[in-house]
């Protein structure tokens, strides 16, 4: 069978990112520029400065692609981008310059939604595996229980009601006065701490999350040490909040898994490099689950996530026209498993 070559280019929110990837697992190359730096000053992403810095180095991250691949454009079977979801004028950018470059190359265009890239990420860092599995969904926008069907249909078994995981590790950051982007910092933070705050779970009864309770619960916590004059321990925090937060993520997977006849777990999105949902999730493995980690490179937006959905898009052929635009609000293409 012949290789099918992908290039994938991701620009959802401040990373411009561009991969090539052979046959769905093997990444050829993996360009991100990021715009951390830029966006730190602010304590968050500025969306018009994103969007002018995505047009400034697009071509240049393509290009360097392509080199680090040792592929030309002639060589790529498929364009494949992130439409979805995302900040509106950062997608335009990588939308608009994946539609002119597909229709120069007359190679089909693919659009891919952000979330499926994310579950995909784990496909490059465990080629074996196979759906079905369940996945752990943790991004900065959303935040489920997976059951991943076949390499282009999913299941949420559950999902947040509310705020995603990676939103709520974003604010207890800014409200602790951590830097941006704040996840990584909180991470360090909770290693050194203790969780000697007992909040809430984030487990509603119905069986899905809630993050709203637990980030309040933080800022008042936080505003009412201030307002007294108190010392808090930023560490303390990051710890109580990060063994709350996960430990609910972690108890509600371990009771889909004692029901579902999968036995295979992967987890996805920016928080899936979070060094206690790892060391959870690793857990697991004393239960006879086989536990698939996507490697931290993969774990951030990129574009071989993207080019590995587009890939399995490729061969089924699922494309789109070049009429396609930026979708900012779109909706993870899942059915919705209905409880009792």
């Not at 966006?39 to 992403?45: A, D, P, S, T, W």
């Not at 990420?121 to 595996?129: A, F, H, I, R, T």
């Not at 910092?185 to 909040?199: E, I, N, R, T």
Request: hydrophobic share 40%; glycine share 8%; with cysteine.
């Amino acid at each position: 069978m012949k290789d099918v070559y992908i290039l994938g280019i991701e620009s959802s929110c401040d990373e411009t990112a561009c991969a090539v990837v052979k046959n769905g697992t093997s990444v050829l190359s993996n360009v991100v520029f990021s715009q951390i730096d830029v966006h730190k000053v602010f304590g968050g992403v500025v969306p018009e400065i994103a969007s002018r810095n995505h047009v400034e180095v697009v071509d240049v991250v393509v290009n360097q692609a392509l080199q680090q691949a040792n592929l030309t454009f002639d060589d790529v079977d498929a364009i494949a981008v992130t439409y979805g979801a995302g900040l509106v004028g950062a997608l335009l950018v990588g939308v608009s310059y994946a539609k002119a470059l597909a229709q120069s190359l007359n190679k089909p265009l693919i659009a891919v939604n952000h979330v499926e890239g994310h579950i995909c990420s784990n496909y490059l860092s465990n080629p074996q595996l196979k759906p079905p599995f369940l996945c752990l969904l943790t991004s900065g926008g959303h935040t489920a229980i997976v059951r991943v069907e076949d390499y282009t249909t999913y299941t949420v078994l559950c999902s947040t009601a509310d705020d995603a995981i990676g939103e709520c590790f974003d604010k207890v950051a800014r409200v602790l006065g951590l830097p941006y982007p704040g996840g990584v910092y909180v991470d360090q933070l909770a290693q050194k701490g203790k969780a000697v705050y007992p909040f809430k779970s984030v487990v509603l009864p119905n069986g899905n999350f809630s993050f709203s309770g637990i980030k309040t619960a933080v800022v008042n916590l936080v505003h009412n040490a201030q307002q007294k004059g108190e010392e808090i321990k930023k560490e303390d925090v990051s710890a109580s909040f990060t063994k709350v937060a996960i430990d609910g993520l972690m108890k509600r997977l371990e009771r889909e898994l004692e029901t579902s006849p999968i036995k295979t777990v992967a987890i996805a999105g920016g928080v899936a490099a979070n060094s206690y949902l790892r060391q959870q999730v690793e857990k697991l493995q004393q239960k006879a689950i086989n536990v698939c980690l996507p490697q931290l490179v993969y774990c951030g937006d990129n574009g071989a996530m993207i080019a590995s959905q587009g890939y399995f898009q490729f061969v089924k052929g699922d494309f789109a026209s070049l009429d396609l635009n930026a979708c900012p609000t779109l909706r993870f293409r899942a059915k919705y498993e209905k409880k009792n």
